[in-house]
């Protein structure tokens, strides 16, 4: 890995995105991940929803043999933020794409910008 300092990359937004039943745009930026709704007022259930990338423990895509297109992103217990129970169960936030090539550059996005979040750069510890 060099050791120069990149500047951070831009916002990346995905569209066509499902995340429980509501359709909406998913932005990978240096900040986290986001997804927000296309119709969020209306009487719907959809909320959106950001996680810095702090809180991710980790993110999974189901496997080419899955007929459809999964991003799941696990947080960590602790960020149970809300009112939410210390300690709690860790949360997963699983994003259904429109295709296998936006989930694949989707994934490797993550797996980067996580990275790079990361202190130290990665490498060292569990």
Do not use: C, I
Request: aromatic share 4%; glycine share 16%.
């Amino acid at each position: 890995a060099n050791m120069t300092e990149s500047p951070p990359a831009p916002p990346t937004a995905y569209d066509d995105v499902a995340h429980r039943g509501a359709r909406g745009t998913l932005t990978l930026s240096s900040r986290g991940v986001a997804f927000a709704p296309e119709d969020a007022g209306a009487g719907s259930e959809a909320a959106g929803v950001d996680l810095p990338w702090t809180v991710v423990a980790k993110h999974q895509v189901s496997p080419s043999s899955h007929p459809r297109s999964l991003l799941k992103v696990v947080t960590r217990p602790e960020a149970v933020g809300e009112g939410g129970p210390r300690g709690g169960k860790p949360a997963s936030h699983t994003f259904q794409f429109a295709g296998r090539a936006a989930l694949e550059a989707a994934r490797r996005e993550v797996s980067d910008r996580l990275g790079a979040a990361r202190p130290g750069g990665g490498g060292g510890g569990g």
